[in-house]
């Protein structure tokens, strides 16, 4: 069984659901707008544009990441649209889950066709 499944197939839903009906070509911004309306249109719990403290043992550092999303307390959500997914998107993901200290990260890109 994986970490929080339900609530990682919800999610997965949601982005489905949007990629569906806007296809591939559109900005992040937008897919971030309609994930947004899809989010609570589903009931899913979600902070967009959270800042993500990084700690260095007990101390805060002044610098931090924003994640696109944080669903249900304990998923970051970092979204694409691009032709594909860099090596530096998912190390900007595990980056986040290392200073978040959260359990699941899901990164989905909007940018190729279904």
Do not use: R, W
Request: charged share 25%.
């Amino acid at each position: 069984m994986l970490l929080l499944e339900k609530e990682t197939y919800k999610i997965i839903g949601a982005c489905m659901k949007v990629h569906k009906a806007l296809g591939n070509g559109f900005l992040e911004s937008v897919y971030q707008e309609a994930l947004e309306k899809a989010f609570a249109g589903d009931g899913i719990h979600f902070e967009q544009k959270k800042k993500l403290k990084i700690k260095m043992v007990d101390i805060d550092l002044d610098k931090y990441f924003v994640a696109d999303f944080v669903c249900y307390d304990n998923i970051i959500l970092e979204i694409k649209a691009s032709n594909f997914i860099h090596k530096d998107n998912e190390s900007q993901t595990i980056n986040y889950l290392k200073a978040s200290d959260l359990p699941v990260g899901l990164l989905i890109n909007f940018g190729q066709s279904s």
